[in-house]
């Protein structure tokens, strides 16, 4: 896939925009986990948390709550809580007993640090502290709103979201009789869930009716598996050094990817129509406010790493 811009954007500085909104995102990352005591732990959670990363899911989250009319403060606690959330999830993702992992972001993964046990207790740590920062944190909104929030996030991460993907996904290694429904599966419950929370929570706490968050819902279901087809396919195509992690674990791993499915040329296929699907959610709002969404999308389908 090559990249494009969208004609209708010439001016839209997608670069600046994100070097903007990511270091607002490491600040007030930084700024709520601060190192205390227990020291080690708190050590072990900074370190994943702040090592970098595309920060896509708190941009998601900034980005639709302005795109409702909110304002940024209004949303932050959320976005770094969706953040501390996908830092637990590849800590604990990393770990020997899931996918035994000993790089990410171009780092040794935290339990090559501090050990398995205190990578789990960190993602705990990390997960418990996200939806107190929410409660905690949040201002300027209305508390059934925060509530209505927490619950959106909690429900995305539970059994019935990230959790039910990563079951199916580690239960389908090795399968020959996987299909593209049972694969879809997999990727709407394991990788979609955050990205879906982080738009439906920029919307609800920026304050936007029923109908644009179940419009921004769709859009980041569609990116959401945008982002596992792309992921999939930079894994067979790309180095290690170019990803920062490990490349070509799936196929080691025996795991059931798009482009063992359908083939690279299939996969790219789909990847674009994903992109499309999600643009035309965003027909009907204001083309100023959801120029960085439509950037964002477009980022996630021609991404290199």
């Not at 389908?172 to 955050?194: C, M, Q, R, Y």
């Not at 929370?197 to 609800?204: D, F, N, W």
């Not at 795991?255 to 999600?278: C, Q, R, W």
């Amino acid at each position: 896939m090559k990249e494009d811009q969208d004609p209708q954007l010439p001016s839209f500085d997608f670069k600046s925009f994100m070097v903007d909104k990511v270091n607002a995102v490491n600040q007030a990352l930084d700024s709520a986990v601060p190192l205390r005591d227990p020291v080690k732990i708190h050590e072990a959670m900074r370190y994943s948390l702040l090592a970098g990363g595309k920060r896509v899911r708190p941009v998601l989250c900034l980005a639709a709550c302005d795109l409702v009319g909110g304002k940024e403060s209004m949303v932050m606690p959320a976005a770094c809580a969706l953040e501390m959330i996908h830092t637990m999830s590849l800590v604990h993702d990393d770990l020997p007993c899931m996918d035994n992992d000993d790089l990410r972001r171009g780092k040794p993964t935290n339990h090559k640090v501090y050990g398995e046990d205190i990578a789990v207790l960190a993602g705990d740590a990390l997960l418990a502290f996200s939806f107190e920062h929410i409660a905690v944190s949040t201002v300027g909104v209305t508390p059934d709103r925060i509530v209505r929030a927490i619950g959106e996030l909690a429900k995305s991460i539970g059994a019935e979201g990230l959790a039910a993907g990563q079951v199916v996904d580690i239960t389908s290694e090795g399968l020959t009789n996987v299909g593209l429904d049972h694969l879809e599966f997999i990727h709407v419950h394991k990788t979609a869930p955050l990205l879906e929370a982080a738009a439906v929570l920029g919307a609800i706490l920026g304050g936007g009716h029923d109908e644009d968050v179940e419009k921004l819902r769709k859009f980041a279901r569609n990116i959401g598996l945008l982002f596992q087809v792309v992921d999939d396919i930079l894994d067979v195509t790309k180095s290690s050094k170019e990803l920062g992690k490990t490349a070509g674990k799936d196929l080691v791993a025996d795991k059931v990817t798009y482009p063992k499915l359908m083939g690279i040329n299939k996969s790219k296929e789909f990847a674009e129509k994903l992109k499309s699907d999600a643009l035309e959610l965003l027909q009907g709002f204001d083309p100023e406010k959801s120029a960085p969404l439509i950037a964002l999308a477009n980022y996630i389908a021609y991404r290199q790493n």
